[in-house]
């Protein structure tokens, strides 16, 4: 069974930085989009940014592009966002994702079991 493990979540203030990691069960994972989403309290959730299986191709959110910054490497089957100049708006749980992308959003597969991310003001 496919697992998306998620690390990094954590408190933090608004303009710092944080770095979330994905870890995949699967090697076959690799061939794969992956992705990240997020969900706020009381929101639907949200895609955040994808990455190609070759890590070549990058697709952003309106709201996270040119603060975020997705990653994968292969080899060791792991994805991560770095997340700069947080703003209490990124509060969420983030989500590490598989599946598709459709050229506006990732259509997820797979998900992860979410990492919190809070940002104070």
């Known amino acids: 069974q496919v697992q998306l493990v998620e690390s990094g979540g954590g408190l933090v203030q608004a303009g710092d930085s944080l770095r979330l990691s994905c870890a995949a069960s699967?090697?076959?994972?690799?061939?794969?989009?992956m992705g990240w989403f997020r969900q706020a309290l009381g929101k639907e959730r949200e895609f955040v940014a994808a990455i190609s299986w070759s890590g070549l191709n990058t697709f952003y959110a309106d709201a996270v592009k040119g603060r975020f910054t997705i990653s994968r490497d292969n080899a060791k089957n792991t994805m991560s966002l770095q997340m700069n100049s947080l703003e209490p708006e990124d509060t969420a749980v983030y989500y590490c994702t598989v599946g598709p992308y459709n050229g506006r959003s990732q259509r997820p597969v797979f998900w992860g079991q979410g990492t919190q991310v809070t940002v104070s003001s």
């Open positions: 699967e090697r076959t994972l690799s061939s794969y989009v």
